[in-house]
């Protein structure tokens, strides 16, 4: 299996790409959990950054990159559910990583605090809010660990993983 995570820059003009991150969104957040268009759908896609990845052809991942008044927000990061358990979600949250500098933060789902926590991520602190009726808390990436979230240097080069049969390929 052969993949590859494309990254959109805010204001980079490629309309077909953020429509497959949209699609991927709606499959997993409108449709899978109940989340509203309007909510996830909220109009700042273009004013972000958006990571899109590719089994092969088939696009199945992506995260969103958003700066705040807070910093640098992941969120939106959604797997389509055939394609769980491959470590794309991993790949596709240190390819994010490996683009952003400052504070970084998410609004991770609580059922989801494992997958953030074996990342790296901490807790800000054990305050749970609910956003789009899913109970969230702010987990931040502790960047002062020296710890760096993805070796650059491989990209566009292979990234060599156990959960992967053959290249995966960054390409910016």
């Known amino acids: 299996m052969s993949v590859t995570i494309y990254y959109l820059q805010k204001g980079d003009d490629h309309p077909s790409y953020l429509l497959h991150c949209q699609a991927i969104r709606r499959v997993v957040f409108v449709e ?3 989340v509203p268009e309007a909510i996830d759908f909220d109009g700042q896609d273009g004013s972000c950054s958006h990571l899109l990845l590719f089994d092969a052809t088939i696009p199945v991942g992506t995260t969103r990159i958003r700066r705040t008044d807070k910093g640098m927000k992941l969120e939106r990061i959604a797997v389509l559910p055939a394609y769980r358990k491959k ?9 994010a990583l490996s683009k952003v500098t400052g504070t970084i933060y998410i609004n991770a789902q609580v ?3 494992g997958f953030y926590e074996h990342l790296g991520f901490v807790r800000e602190d054990k305050t749970t809010f609910l956003e ?8 931040l990436w502790p960047h002062d660990r020296g710890e760096a979230p993805l070796d650059t240097s491989i990209f566009p080069a292979t990234v060599d993983s156990e959960d992967f ?3 995966s390929t960054f390409l910016s």
Do not use: R, W
Not at 132 to 139: C, S
């Open 87 to 95: 470590g794309y979600g991993e790949l596709l949250v240190k390819a």
């Open 165 to 167: 049969d053959e290249d």
């Open 32 to 34: 899978g959990q109940g």
């Open 111 to 113: 059922a989801s605090l």
């Open 132 to 139: 789009a009726g899913i109970l969230h808390t702010v987990m």
